[in-house]
């Protein structure tokens, strides 16, 4: 068969029609998912990927699953001996086959046209609970994955069609709330299905499957110039910045990310050589999570409009030394990994590439606290769990102020309602504000983190933390002087009592407060003088 | 003759009006918009001579809500929010639009936080007072906006959805001290969960109401002098009108109510076409709006969002609003990918082949090159005529780009334009659970009924059905639209525990509230029609599906419960039948005909259409074809054309392709099939 190459309209009408699926995918998913986290939060992702697990579309959803959904997917691939077949699904969440951190629950589906595989539709979602020891399944003291919750290689969920019974029986045993879990597994494969029918129904007889397959070469290949362009017009040389993550739960002493960056012919190296060896705690981050932190902090620096795909990762070579708190050897722990070290990790790249001529430019971020807790409602005897993200400030830009309040780049969630939340828990959210002054000062200001109070009601709960930006505050630039840093504080009968930004299963009794105030983003430019 | 219905829609460029008259004939004007927009209304129905004193109903559709939101250029206006929730506005839900923008900037709220208070009270989650409301300080605070000229006040609390009576005691202080004050109560704005949602809502509707009202008021003053004895009719962003004064009290419900009309009008072209389920199609020069219709309903949703960051809560009408246009630009970036869209040239200067300066390639450019368009027929009513050679010379530069010809760039470029509607028209059918190929597309707007065919068999849809007046078509709209109010209550209970009364109870409440609003506003309650519906999810999930309700059983909780297991089933291909169902928020529509259906208008004509007066050349997919061009308002009910061909009218053109059969129905519409 000789390759025909498809012209400029062709792409970019297989184009449109890939991005319309993906973004259908994301509405099922919406639609019909359970837990606040999932469809208030919308803490998922849905994309496309070519029969080699490389990304083709992507939905306007978390960037750090987007980055990394295809890590999952390859290795599963590679790994899964008995093939993968029409009509299976497949799940899995192991950190060290591709995953992220054990809550990220992948699954995906073979797209198949006359018994052959084309595509393949993914989605990851955040699952409140996965077990492990405390409910939320961020536990602050772990230093193994197996304390972390259920661990699942790539299994079939489905098998031709047939779902696995026994599989699902097994990962509902090891939940703490099954009902959610069943729904929202529902929820992921509902979206699958959708893709799965939109492709071989509508895209393959309208546009016929070789001008697809012809298309995604164009398609990626116009994203691998536009990054290559972009690494193009970075300084020669090798380029270095350094940033700390407070600590790791266990041992007080704080814990380096070193970024080396040198952009040559196109080609970008980001090297993470000089950084701590892997943590006794869970803020170790796994190699998937380490490389899509740096392709989300190579996407804002140098070019956020390119069609994101594999082909944006093509010019792009991650170096994670073994054993490093990039890249932890198992079983470290490593669910924190995903979260405030995958947001340091953006923002030391960041740096390093800023320092390297990079167009886009803004200071260190404020980052989300998060904050889970669980217990037994007297009133209902239901147990719940709940997972709260609190959101920073966003870092100064040579031309503007940092934005209040807002997710960091790793993820684009939304926070729970109070009258949501207030409904679901016996919990009430006394203040959630904005935290005056918390940005950097400068000529551009930091963006504000926000206050949160949170009052248990009812009963008692096991309350965690897995936070940051305690001690090390989110960077300023050109004279702007850093964001503030992050707080936390349980206040029992009047007293406040300072918390370090990772505590696990701290018991919590009726009236109970606990406050979180996070860090907000770094100031730009040296303040000008008052009068 | 005497005008009976007159329908006014201002939109960016142009006002139209449309006039039914009493023998049941129809007339369309456009004249170019004016500000203030009340002017350009008055002179609308002055270019055809409406004696307003003749008037049964004048509707009119307004962009000023839309406009003074997204400029913001409204207010002043304060809101009162629980302690600690000052910031709720800014905070908003922590959600960004662009994923990789480091520069990115939130929406801006509304109502600054200066101008925000926070009151002393709270609600507990079941509606139970925590801490009982402090009236003295909030008046205080209240008492120093209004001395700074402050005439608009939003009062949004948490849980007031459950328990209005902190908001109302506080609307009622500021209404005793401040008789002139205007007063948004979110649990009469918007009495449904998530406080920033509802904030936003109340919000808006109190920064707006300065404007909306003074406007308003402004044209009702004119109107009357002008001879209009009743109040006129606005319409909203739910698909229905309301009176005039109602639109004072509530403005954030007009913000979306520019694509409602379009939407409406196409809803009523369908069912006089014989298709209960369509989509409208409504392609302008920056963007189409696509709804759909099922059971000769548009769908609405509950809630709609101007720019994230900024959601209204309220009815209005489920649009998917794609940047492909007449006027979006078509370009070649510097790695040879062709754009068209989301940028658009605007009425000014326009496509290039209008002649009016413009240079840059646009889809109707691509559209004159393939010979879609007649040149000897001027559009907008003889506003605009069509130069073929500017049409040429702009396409060029994309033809220069992408090494191809002049005809080869125009095919690509109105082929990647369409397939864009198309994947709209996609994701409003399919992507929403509905099959596409048991519907028909109406197909309006200046652009509309040149892409509806193509649209139409890339979903393999079931017929096309373009309407007498496609450009004038969203004020048709106006014409034929009932009145409508949304009731909503949330109120959160299980379906195993729930009883007959209880649903009798919940229902019945917010039918009474509909009645008391329509007898308030004088609306007589003879032909109402009202939908009970309920938003419901499994227990356990945030996010509910609306479920519909017969009225015959819609207090079975049996059937209700069945009812969304089927309804869950069609959206989403599952249902968990041994689940518990949650029951979140209810709704009542209330519907008023404001008037019987018009008869047909269209005479039979016996003469033979004139269709080959004409000959063009027309290409499509790399083909030439000789088409005839046929002039719309030669053609009677009955009267047949075959594609391809081209119907020329004044305010726009229709496009059949070969292997289409258009017919006229008795009611003007042109209704496209494939030829079998």
Known sequence: MTQVTPNAVTVE????????????????????????????????????????????????????????????????????????????????????????????????????????????????????????????????????????????PPVKLYRRGKPNTDLIRVILKNVRNPDYLYGDLHAQIAALLHADERVRNDLVPRFGLDTILN????????????????????????????????????????????VTVEATNGHLVIDFEGSSPQAAGPVNSVYAVTAGAAYIGVLNSLDGDIPVNGGCYRPIEIRAPEGTVVNPREPAACTAGNTYTAIRI?????????????????????????????????????????????????????????????????????????????????????????????????????????????????GTALASSASDRAHFAPYGLEGGSPGQTATFTLIHEGERRGLPSKFGNLEMVAGDVMEIATSGGGGYGAPVAEG | MKPQRVGVDVGGTFTDCVVEWADGSISVSKSSSTSPQSIGVINAAGKQNVALKDVLTFTHGTTVATNALIQRRAGPAALLVTDGYGDVLEIQRGNRSRLYDLGYEKARPPIPREDVIEVKERLDSTGGVVAPVDLTEAMQRVEGYYSRGYRSFGICLLFSYLNPSHEEAIAKAIGDRFPDARISMSSRVAPEWKEFERASTTATNAYLIPVVSAYLGDLRDRLKDSGLKSDFFVMQSNGGVMTSLAAESYPSRLVRSGPAAGARAGAVTAAESGFAAALSLDMGGTSTDIALIDDDQVQTRHATELEVGMPLLGGAVDVESIGSGGGSVARVDEYGRLHVGPESVGSLPGPACYGRGGERPTFVDAAVVLGWLDPAHPLAGGEITIDPALAERAVSLVAHDL?????????????????????????????????????????????????????????????????????????????LSDFRYDFAQTSIRRASSLTRPELGRLFGDLEAEARTLLDEEGIDREHLRQTRSVEARYAGQTHSVEVILENGNSLDPDAVTAAFHARHEQLYSYALADREVELVTWRVTAEQARAVATAPTIRRTSAPIRSTRRRVTLRLDGDAFAASVVDRSQLGTGDQIAGPAIVTQMDSATLLVPGDLARVDVYGNLVIRKAS
């Open chain 1, 346 to 458: 953006i923002d030391t790249v960041r740096r390093a590439l800023i320092r390297a001529g990079a167009p886009n430019v803004a200071a260190g971020e404020g980052e989300h606290a998060q904050f889970l807790a669980g217990g037994t409602d007297p009133a209902s005897h239901e147990p719940y769990v709940f997972y709260e993200m609190i959101v920073g400030g966003w870092g100064a830009t040579p031309t503007k102020d940092g934005e209040n309040a807002l997710y960091a780049l790793n993820a684009n969630c939304e926070n729970t309602p109070a009258e949501v939340f207030e409904t679901r828990f016996p919990w009430r959210i006394r203040r959630r504000s904005l935290r005056p002054n918390s940005g950097g000062t400068g000529l551009h200001r930091g963006g504000d983190g926000m206050l949160v109070e949170y009052e248990l009601l009812r």
């Open chain 1, 13 to 152: 009408i297989v184009r449109n029609a890939l991005e319309t699926t993906v973004a259908e995918m994301s509405a099922v998913m919406l639609r019909t998912s359970h837990a606040p986290i999932f469809s208030e939060g919308k803490d998922y992702s849905c994309a496309l990927y070519d029969r080699d697990g490389v990304p083709l579309a992507q939905a306007h959803d978390c960037p750090i699953h987007l980055a990394n959904i295809q890590f999952s997917l390859q290795r599963a691939l590679h790994d899964l001996e008995e093939g993968v077949d029409e009509g299976d699904i497949v799940v899995v969440n192991d950190p060290y086959l591709g995953g992220s951190h054990l809550p990220d629950i992948t699954v995906f589906r073979p797209i198949c046209v006359d018994g052959a595989i084309v595509l393949y539709a993914a989605n990851r979602a955040h699952h409140v609970d996965v077990g492990g020891g405390a409910p939320g399944s961020f536990v602050a003291n772990a230093t193994e994955i197996f304390q972390e919750g259920l661990r699942l």
């Open chain 1, 215 to 258: 298309c995604r070469d164009a398609i990626l290949d116009y994203s691998e110039a536009r990054m290559r362009d972009a690494v193009g017009r970075l300084k020669p040389g090798r380029f270095e910045a350094s940033d700390h993550v407070d600590d790791d739960g266990i041992v007080d002493v704080p814990l380096e990310i070193k």
């Open chain 2, 403 to 479: 090494g191809v010809s002049a005809l080869e760039a125009a095919a690509g470029i109105v082929r990647v334009g369409l397939s864009k509607i198309s994947e709209g028209a996609h994701a409003a059918s399919i992507g929403r659970g509905r099959d596409a190929r048991k519907m028909a597309l109406v197909a309006f707007g200046g652009a509309g009924p040149l892409v509806g065919s193509l649209v139409a068999r890339e979903l393999a849809m079931d017929a096309v059905a373009v309407p007498p007046h496609p450009g004038a078509h969203s004020a048709a709209g106006l014409l």
